[in-house]
């Protein structure tokens, strides 16, 4: 078992860019999560998707978009880049969302925006 | 608008000593709190949770105490080792309203120093 993957595990951005990261799970888990982290702000969330067809905003969801293509994946899209989104993304996913169970979390992505 | 407040924001220990990390949250209607463990470079993984039925609960070194009337709670961790040394958030999340949301701390960076 993998648990949660991201690709990529570094991108470099230039403003404007745009660009896709990509999340898997291999636990059969129905709900996933994106989250960025910034210094001393913790995880806030951007995206979740409850199960395989449904996507809801998080707490800071503007100038992103997320797509759920299966049970397995979980993308989320830049499609403008811009300074302000220079994070670290995370990638979580959860056996049944809303039960308040264990978030799995994936390695992450760090990307800078230029 | 932070809901769960944490801390401190780091803090230095000397092996075998006790870390005491503290959190306090206004949403009355949490109900559920985790504590997660994050290492340089790494997601954060669940360390050990609480919900507001019992006052304590202790896994090996780590114990989450719990303070309903005043809405905070607290991580201890026992006889500090420097494995130890890693970012922790407290966390909480609100069953009744069927939220998928878990509104984190900013996180304690702690090190333990041989």
């Avoid at chain 2, 769960?4 to 503290?22: A, M, R, T, W």
Wanted: proline letters at 5%.
């Amino acid at each position: 078992n993998a648990g949660v993957t991201q690709t990529p595990k570094f991108q470099v951005l230039k403003t404007g860019q745009s660009m896709t990261l990509q999340c898997a799970q291999d636990m059969n888990h129905n709900s996933m999560y994106w989250y960025r982290q910034d210094p001393g702000m913790g995880l806030r969330l951007i995206y979740y998707s409850a199960s395989e067809g449904t996507t809801d905003k998080g707490e800071v969801p503007n100038g992103y978009n997320v797509s759920r293509l299966n049970k397995r994946e979980f993308s989320l899209r830049l499609e403008s880049a811009a300074p302000s989104q220079t994070s670290v993304y995370f990638c979580a996913s959860e056996r049944a969302g809303g039960q308040q169970e264990t978030q799995y979390f994936g390695p992450g992505t760090r990307l800078l925006v230029l | 608008q932070q809901q769960v407040k944490q801390s401190p924001q780091s803090l230095i220990v000397q092996k075998g000593g006790i870390s005491i990390i503290n959190c306090a949250y206004e949403n009355t209607a949490f109900d559920y709190f985790p504590w997660y463990q994050q290492f340089p470079g790494k997601g954060p993984a669940l360390l050990i949770a609480i919900r507001p039925d019992v006052s304590e609960k202790k896994e090996g070194r780590f114990t989450i105490s719990f303070n309903k009337s005043a809405k905070q709670f607290s991580l201890h961790i026992m006889d500090s080792q420097p494995g130890d040394s890693a970012t922790y958030f407290c966390a909480a999340s609100d069953s009744g309203a069927g939220s998928y949301q878990l509104t984190f701390g900013k996180g304690t960076k702690l090190s333990v120093i041989p």
